[in-house]
């Protein structure tokens, strides 16, 4: 199994500004995903992060709100960028889709 | 378009009351089912993969099944402890990587 450490675990942030979430896993994965969990709703995938590749965005996110780097094998950065309150939102990492990271809660105000 | 629908939306249990939570779901093609815990204010816990129609996985109190077009997952005499969010999602053949999230069954286990 895989050990996914997430940093910040929460922030509250000011709208207009942007938030750099961090993923480290504990092995070398080829394969990352980033998730947005919103208010008492189920996971939507934002994007598939692979090393050395640009990341695969799905319908409704694109890469100038949510640019993602995967400079290794290891670790991958989610930003959310000129927050607006309707991205409160909890954003998830996981590897290999069995296991996540315990998410950064976001709330923009 | 692939689809997951959980039901119910929400279940209280008394202890030792044994019930199940199903998951209904629309694929071209599965390739997994996976059923996942959920705690406030955590991360998805995985508990099972179910690849095949038939399949069945138990992991203490749970039991998951799969058939072509739904899964259950089985609390038997549940502990307040298993009171959590169980979420499945669907992986479709021509689609790795790519996981379908059913919008999760709020459980609630009082003494």
Known sequence: SAVISQKPSRDICQRGTSLTIQCQVDSQVTMMFWYRQQPGQSLTLIATANQGSEATYESGFVIDKFPISRPNLTFSTLTVSNMSPEDSSIYLCSVDQAFFGQGTRLTVV | ?111
């Open chain 2, 1 to 111: 378009e692939d689809q997951v629908t959980q039901s119910p939306e929400a279940l209280r249990l008394q202890e030792g009351e044994s019930s199940s939570l199903n998951c209904s779901y629309t694929v071209s093609g599965l390739r997994g089912l996976f059923w996942y815990r959920q705690d406030p204010g955590k991360g998805p816990e995985f508990l099972f993969t179910l690849y095949s129609a038939g399949e069945e996985k138990e992991k203490e109190r749970l039991k998951a099944t799969l058939t072509k077009k739904e899964s259950f997952l089985h609390i038997t005499a549940p502990k307040p402890e298993d009171s959590a969010t169980y979420l499945c999602a669907v992986q479709a053949s021509d689609s790795w990587g790519k996981f379908q999230f059913g919008a999760g069954t709020q459980v609630v286990v009082t003494p």
